[in-house]
């Protein structure tokens, strides 16, 4: 009976493995869907991604959360937006409590799946090893067979950013076949630079198709399903780490096998119009396996039997390594709704990675040269507050309509989406990054724990101040002086930040301001730092950014930006820039590198013995 009783077990258990499919995901790096043949580029080269379309369902409006690697893999890898958890900025690695946050690996892998991901992790999550989650980081295609249900990811790296980088004179695709962006100017080496991604596009999509190939030979097909999509957009200038659509709209191709057809949206081959954002896809995954959900998850089932719908998806950028930002989006499938905490930081502000690329480098010579326009030199002025573009008929987001009264009720009704939005899942982005890891230590919680905790991160109070900060109107003013001595350094900064903003437009008490220069947070310091430079007080200015810099104020990395916004030099910063000792991941490091201002090496000791002491 006991036997009899086993096998009836392993019967069941090979049953049910039967009933649930084998998931494969393709992911690839960088890419929008500018770069792939079946969403409409007639340059494009990706007949494995286009053949997997008219196999499977194109999904048109989905969107990446963040718009670069390490914090779009932050919100896949638990479910829970980078933002909510404090993972936002790039490569930081804060850690979350996993003791109440698992990885979707960990729950496929309670509900009987083998997992496996070869081989990109980049979670930007602290405290837990990235490849701890997973069975292997190999693909044998031996052991998937053994191993169903298998939940596959393989990931492809040709197609990323450095991918574009060096030589672009020697391309196999031609540098006239190529659909430039309205935002980039006509000139030789961007079109090169268009015709040399290309190429590498090509690679990674011949790898798409040797993956499916070998999918075929396994004899695995008809159990699997298989995902194909970018990680984030990309490539070219102005995509990659940007909000706009070149920066988060990427493709998205679903293949369900006949066995599991009642899972299918529409017949093969069709276009499914639904908005899916980045953060649907781990509860979707798991609910098509049939693991636990948990109440934690921030995303909608966009597939199967338990389909949720979505209205908005929200985005978000804040630092992209060594550069200062912070931004919020929201978006229906037609109008895109930007907001610009830090409209003072221009769009293409300098980034040592970024200017890698041959197309970034034209691109700056050219606009230096005066030959840009208003669209194609936008990029290198700072940023309106808002922004609102109707992206059915202007995809590459040129045409900003935030002012055009026509779009009045579009833009009031995306921003009060936006600020519950903002408010439900906890905006941990409110407050300067390093203000909150100041907060977040002293507190001894986690930046996710933190956020929680309205007696140490008042969201709706700084979410209030922030938009007066973000407000033309005048009758702020007296509100702002009053808020500089607030109790809670969040709402000063915010202060502070409506006092900049205000500055061009009216006239500041410089008295106030100069109280400023000695307040608690550094944050604080040196946004009242940049007011009185302005003005025309940069001595007390510069005395204020040198003596935070001597001393490796945690705001340094937002000097080090500040100094080269104003595009003033550096030379009476630099000692003080030499002597910063604050790292902030080593991306102080990186500025001082690009400024010219890197500490000199520690000298050795001198082992020789003094003269007077020689025999």
């Known amino acids: 009976m006991r036997i009899f009783t086993v096998l009836l077990l392993l019967v069941a258990a090979s049953a049910a493995a039967e009933d649930r499919p084998n998931i494969l995901w393709l992911t690839c790096e960088d890419n929008n869907v500018n770069w792939v043949g079946c969403y409409g580029n ?7 991604i ?37 993972t936002h900025p790039m490569r930081s690695r804060y850690p979350i409590p996993h003791d109440r946050i698992s990885y979707y690996p960990d729950l496929l892998k ?81 079109r090169k630079n268009y015709a040399h991604y290309h190429d590498q596009m090509k690679k990674m999509d011949a790898d798409i198709g040797l ?20 990680d984030h957009g990309g490539v070219i200038a102005r995509s990659k780490r940007f909000l706009f659509n070149s920066g988060t709209h990427c493709p998205l ?20 119009n639904r908005l899916v954002s980045f953060i649907d896809m781990t509860k979707t995954w798991l609910k098509l396996c049939g693991a636990e959900t948990p109440d934690y998850l921030q995303g909608k089932t966009f597939l199967g039997p338990d389909e949720e719908t979505r209205d908005y998806h929200v985005s978000f950028r804040s630092r992209m390594d060594e550069r200062c930002d912070n931004v919020r989006a929201i978006r229906d499938q037609r109008f895109l709704y930007i907001r610009n905490y830090m409209p003072y930081a221009p769009w293409g502000q300098h980034l040592n990675y970024l200017w890698t690329m041959k197309a970034t480098q034209a691109w700056e010579a050219h606009h230096l040269a005066g030959k840009t326009n208003a669209i194609t030199g936008r990029f290198f002025g700072t940023k309106p507050m808002h922004e609102l573009y109707d992206t059915s008929v202007d995809p590459d987001n040129v045409n900003n309509l935030v002012d055009d009264p026509k779009y009045a009720d579009e833009v009031a009704r995306l921003s009060k989406a936006l600020d519950e939005w903002q408010v439900k899942y ?40 922030a938009a007066k900060a973000l407000s033309l109107d ?39 301001i100069r109280k ?17 430079y302005r003005h025309g007080d940069k001595a007390a200015a510069q005395d204020c950014w040198n003596d935070m810099l001597r001393n490796s104020s945690y705001a340094s990395l937002k000097i080090f930006n500040i100094v080269d916004w104003i595009g003033d030099g550096t030379e009476p910063y630099a000692d003080a820039m030499k002597a910063c000792k604050f790292s902030h991941g080593g991306y102080v490091l990186r500025m001082q590198q690009y400024l010219n201002v890197t500490p000199e090496p520690a000298k050795k000791p001198n082992r020789k013995q003094p003269a007077r002491n020689r025999k």
């Open 516 to 532: 400023s220069l000695h307040d608690e947070s550094h944050h604080v310091r040196a946004m009242a730092a940049w007011i009185l």
């Open 110 to 190: 309670k509900a009987g799946y083998y997992v496996g991901n070869a081989k990109k992790t980049d979670y930007n999550i602290g405290g837990r090893s990235d490849g701890d989650a997973w069975d292997t980081d190999k693909v044998d295609w031996k052991v998937l067979t053994q191993q169903q249900p298998f939940f596959m990811v393989i990931n492809n790296t040709k197609s990323h950013e450095s991918k574009a980088f060096g030589d672009v004179n020697h391309t196999t695709h031609s540098p006239d076949n190529v659909r430039l962006a309205k935002y980039h100017p006509d000139i030789p080496d961007i």
């Open 42 to 48: 007639p340059h494009a080269d990706t007949p494995n």
């Open 253 to 272: 191709i679903i293949r369900i096998p006949a066995k599991f057809k009642h899972l299918r949206p529409a017949e093969p081959g069709s276009k499914v």
């Open 426 to 465: 906890f905006d941990s982005g409110l407050l300067p990054e390093s203000e909150i890891v100041k907060r977040s230590e002293e507190a001894g919680k986690t930046i996710f724990d933190l956020v929680r905790d309205p007696s140490l991160y008042d969201l709706k109070g700084y979410q209030s101040a």
């Open 474 to 512: 005048a009758a702020n003013l007296p509100g702002f002086y009053r808020d500089l001595s607030h109790s809670d350094s969040g709402i000063r900064y915010w202060a502070i930040v409506g006092c900049f903003n205000r500055q061009k437009t009216a006239s500041l008490d410089m008295d106030v």
């Open 50 to 86: 286009d053949a997997l379309a008219v196999e499977g369902f194109q999904y048109m409006h989905c969107y990446a959360n963040a718009p670069v690697c390490a914090p779009s893999r932050s919100t896949w890898i638990t479910g829970v937006h980078a933002l909510s958890m404090g």
């Open 211 to 230: 993956a499916l190939e070998e999918l075929e030979r396994s004899g695995l097909a008809e159990n699997t399903i298989v995902i194909h999509n970018s």
